[in-house]
C-alpha cells in the first residue's frame, strides 16, 4: 500500500485514548499507518479534548484546530433562526475550514475519511477541491441516541427544543450517508439502518482489540463489581445513575460487604461526593486495562446508544464476565449466559449480579468464554483487509 495517500478528518484528536470515540478513530490510523499508508489527519481539538503531544513523521501529519464546542444557551436559541441543527453547527468553524482547503490544495489523496457524523459539515468543501473517495466511518446513529434520550427528559421546554433539533439532525444524518462514497458503520445493525435510507454502499467494518489486551491478567480477589466509561457522555450518564438508584442499594441489603467501583473522566459532582455504600469512586484512572484487571465483574447498564461499546470488547477479551443490556451487547454476536449475561430491568441486573457473588466459578467461565470470542472476532487483520478494499 506504499505511494497511497489518505486523509483522515475527525471531530477530536485520537491521543490520548480518553473514551471509545478516540479508541475507534486511532485504531483506523494506526491500522493504516500499518499498511504503509502515508496519512494526513486534520481534527478539532476542544476543551473536552485536548490534544495530546502528537509528532509529525514522514509518513503522518498531524494538525489540530482548537475550537469552543461548549453549550450555550444563547447559540442555542440563535440556532433556532438556521437551517442547520445546534448539534453539528456547533463543529461548523472557518479556522478548520481554511485549514482543509489548504491541505486539499497542497495534497492529492487517494481517500478522505469522515471519522463520525460531527466532520459532515465539510463534505461539500472536500468535493470542491479534491477528486477522492469519500469515506464515511460511522461510529453511531447520532439521531437514534438522541431519540433513546428524550424520552427521559421530563423538562416540557428542553423536550420541546430537542424534539425539533432532534428532526433536524435525522435530516441532516440522512443527507450526509447520501453525499459520500462509501460507509463504514462500526456495527451491524447501524449497517442496516443506513442500507434503509441510501443506496451508498455501506458495510461494518468494527473494531479490534491489540494482542496484549486478548491476554487476561486477572488480579482480582474474590467477587467484586466495577463500571467504567466516560462520564461526560449522556448514555453513560444516565445508566450509572440508573444502576446506583435502582439495583445498587436493593443488592447490596442483601450483600452488605460486596464493592462497586466506579471510574471514569468527566465525573460530575455530585459523582465525586458520592456517598453509597460499597461504592468506591476511583475518578479517572491511568490505565483502564490494570483497573479493569483489579476487579471481576463488569457492570454496564446502557440503555440509549448505538454502534459498539469498546469497553465491553475490551473486558471481553480480559476475560471478564459481563453484565450488559440488551442494547449494550448490540453489534457484537455473543450468547446470554454463554459468553456474557443480558439483563434489562432492576429485578434482572439483581439476578444476575446475585448469579455472579454466589456462584463465582461459573462467572469465570463465562468470562473465559468471553474472552475466547474477542480472540477469534477481534482481531486486526480482518480490518487491515477492509481498509485495503477501499483503494
Known sequence: MEGKKVLILAHKPPYPK???????????LEAFLDLKVTVSFLCFETQKHPSDQIKNQAQFQYKS?????????????KNIGTKSSYFLARFKHSLFKNELINTL?????????????FTSNYIDTVRKYSSAKIVYRSHNIEHKIWETQIRREKNVVRKAYLKFQIKRLKNEEIQFWNK???????????????KQHCPVKTETLGLYCKPNKLVEKNSGNGTDFFHIGAMDWLPNQYGLAWLLENVWSTFTAKQPSTKLHIAGR????ELTNLKAVG???????ADATIFMNTHKIMLVPLFSGSGIRVKIMEGMALGKCIITTSLGAEGISITNKENILIANTKEAFIAQMTFCYKQPLKAS???AKAREFAKNNFSKEGVLQQLKNLF
Open 18 to 28: 480518553m473514551d471509545g470515540g478516540c479508541i475507534a478513530i486511532s485504531q483506523i
Open 65 to 77: 484546530i482548537p475550537i469552543n464546542t461548549e453549550l450555550s444557551h444563547w447559540d442555542a436559541i
Open 105 to 117: 490544495q497542497s495534497n492529492t489523496f487517494d481517500l478522505i475519511i469522515f471519522e463520525s457524523l
Open 180 to 194: 459520500v462514497d462509501h460507509i463504514s458503520s462500526i456495527s451491524e445493525k447501524d449497517s442496516a439502518i443506513i
Open 266 to 269: 468527566g465525573m460530575s459532582k
Open 279 to 285: 461504592v468506591i469512586n476511583n475518578g479517572e484512572v
Open 365 to 367: 467461565e463465562i468470562g
